[in-house]
């Protein structure tokens, strides 16, 4: 998980999962929007299109508003296909806890302000985040955008192991 701010983007943060007071040095402002990136299948976390982004969504936040927080599952996201979605599942949940240790290290009163953004498989991820969020802890983030969502293995199948529009506001 690595975290990107406009006061310090060429100098990204990495965020300790098992520390989780290293929240506080990572100068996200708890008031400001919190952005999550996922890639998808065959991708890495450093792929040129996650910078681009994370560049593009802080230009258009006020300085020192906005973080961007970047999920590298890039050793999950290999083939077989049919493990990385398995491999999903398990990044998903994770990741809902890092939004959570965000919510409570922050002291954020709600996740209005956090937008996952998945492409591919990382949309699905996206969705199981959000459904962790929502069943482990009553948290919804506000927003989750599925950019091309993968669809072997998903069309025609349960909400529950797909990005479905209840997995957010």
Do not use: C
């Not at 983007?9 to 990495?14: N, T, W």
């Not at 999950?76 to 599942?89: E, H, L, W």
């Not at 998945?118 to 983030?141: C, E, I, M, N």
């Amino acid at each position: 998980f690595t975290v990107y701010t406009r006061r310090a983007l060429d100098q990204p943060k990495y965020l300790d999962l098992n520390d989780p007071d290293s929240v506080q040095n990572m100068g996200i402002n708890r008031k400001g929007k919190i952005y999550l990136l996922v890639h998808g299948y065959l991708e890495s976390g450093e792929i040129q299109w996650m910078l681009d982004m994370a560049k593009a969504l802080l230009k258009h936040e006020p300085e020192g508003e906005a973080a961007v927080i970047s999920i590298d599952w890039g050793g999950g996201a290999s083939p077989p296909y049919v493990q990385a979605v398995a491999n999903i599942r398990l990044v998903g949940a994770i990741t809902a806890h890092v939004v959570h240790m965000l919510y409570e290290e922050l002291g954020l009163p709600n996740l209005d302000n956090v937008h996952i953004i998945g492409h591919s498989l990382g949309a699905h991820l996206s969705g199981y985040a959000g459904y962790h969020l929502q069943r482990d802890f009553g948290l919804k983030v506000a927003r989750i955008t599925g950019l091309d969502p993968a669809a072997p293995l998903f069309t025609d199948t349960d909400p529950i192991v797909r990005l479905d529009r209840t997995d957010a506001h």
